[in-house]
């Protein structure tokens, strides 16, 4: 039989535990509140920062605006659509590789003339003008401006994405014209384009339709067919380069011109 003293020893112990875990629920309710409240400054304090460093990257409009893209110091081009053409070979030898034949490029942004060398490159030749005759470059956009390093602008692909073709390749030629002294393509040259990689002899003997006017003279090793030189529109091609390019597409690599560059009509003629 429990005594009176021991009951209320019993009793007393039972009060002070029941303190005790009143005074450990309200610690425990303290601390929950206290990490709450740190957890909100914590919030409000990195809210403060994005919103800082947002107003600091947004800012105003003479910090924050992009600047603006150049001009396009072109012409609307002419109605029409790119060809869609193509062939399953080469065509027929049709040109007079002891006659001189002169190309026209009329473009949005002025007239380019070339003079052809169906001797020295008769096969890129005679395919540019059947190309033209075929109405393949009307309405292609240039898709390609490179000036810094090598001069160039890079048109005949009516895909303008850098991978077009007429569907045949084209023999590499005149690849040691002494024009190319020093591995540097000078200033006027015109030459074919094409996928050798350097490398891979089976990669050779690969242009197509699309060809390149140097404006300023590059360094490039001679692997690119020259078949012919710019008699006018070296201002044109300064024009062009003047207004820059592009950064690289991600998709395709080609820095294009912000020169809205087409040739509305590309003309062979034989004199």
């Given at each position: 039989?429990?005594?009176?003293?021991?009951?209320r020893r019993q009793l007393a112990r039972e009060k002070f535990e029941r303190q005790q875990q009143?005074?450990?629920?309200?610690?425990?309710?303290?601390?929950?509140?206290?990490?709450?409240?740190?957890?909100?400054?914590?919030?409000?304090?990195?809210?403060?920062?994005?919103?800082?460093?947002?107003?600091?990257?947004?800012?105003?409009?003479?910090?924050?605006?992009?600047?603006?893209?150049?001009?396009?110091?072109?012409?609307?081009?002419?109605?029409?659509?790119?060809?869609?053409?193509?062939?399953?070979?080469?065509?027929?030898?049709?040109?007079?590789?002891?006659?001189?034949?002169?190309?026209?490029?009329?473009?949005?942004?002025?007239?380019?003339?070339?003079?052809?060398?169906?001797?020295?490159?008769?096969?890129?030749?005679?395919?540019?003008?059947?190309?033209?005759?075929?109405?393949?470059?009307?309405?292609?956009?240039?898709?390609?401006?490179?000036?810094?390093?090598i001069h160039v602008l890079q048109c005949g692909d009516p895909t303008a994405t850098g991978s077009?073709?007429?569907?045949?390749?084209?023999?590499?030629?005149?690849?040691?014209?002494p024009r190319l002294k020093g591995g540097v393509y000078p200033a006027g040259t015109v030459a074919?384009?094409?996928?050798?990689?350097?490398?891979?002899?089976?990669?050779?003997?690969?242009?197509?339709?699309?060809?390149?006017?140097?404006?300023?003279?590059?360094?490039?090793?001679?692997?690119?067919?020259?078949?012919?030189?710019?008699?006018?529109?070296?201002?044109?091609?300064?024009?062009?380069?003047?207004?820059?390019?592009?950064?690289?597409?991600?998709?395709?690599?080609?820095?294009?011109?912000?020169?809205?560059?087409?040739?509305?009509?590309?003309?062979?003629?034989?004199?």
């Amino acid at each position: 039989m429990v005594s009176k003293d021991q009951r209320r020893r019993q009793l007393a112990r039972e009060k002070f535990e029941r303190q005790q875990q009143r005074r450990s629920v309200a610690r425990r309710k303290t601390r929950r509140r206290n990490v709450i409240v740190a957890s909100a400054v914590a919030v409000a304090l990195a809210a403060g920062v994005a919103a800082y460093a947002s107003a600091g990257l947004t800012g105003g409009d003479e910090v924050a605006s992009a600047p603006p893209a150049p001009k396009n110091p072109c012409a609307a081009p002419a109605e029409g659509t790119p060809s869609k053409k193509t062939w399953k070979k080469e065509p027929a030898m049709s040109v007079d590789t002891s006659a001189s034949y002169a190309a026209k490029l009329s473009t949005t942004c002025g007239t380019i003339e070339l003079k052809l060398d169906p001797g020295k490159a008769p096969h890129t030749v005679n395919s540019f003008a059947f190309l033209a005759g075929q109405g393949y470059f009307d309405h292609s956009r240039c898709h390609r401006l490179v000036d810094a390093g090598i001069h160039v602008l890079q048109c005949g692909d009516p895909t303008a994405t850098g991978s077009g073709n007429p569907g045949y390749t084209l023999p590499d030629e005149n690849l040691k014209d002494p024009r190319l002294k020093g591995g540097v393509y000078p200033a006027g040259t015109v030459a074919m384009a094409n996928s050798y990689d350097g490398k891979d002899e089976k990669t050779r003997n690969s242009g197509g339709s699309q060809f390149f006017l140097v404006f300023q003279d590059s360094r490039l090793p001679p692997n690119y067919t020259p078949f012919g030189t710019i008699t006018g529109g070296m201002d044109v091609l300064r024009k062009i380069a003047d207004a820059g390019a592009t950064s690289p597409d991600p998709q395709t690599g080609n820095t294009a011109p912000h020169a809205h560059v087409v040739i509305d009509k590309a003309a062979v003629t034989k004199s």
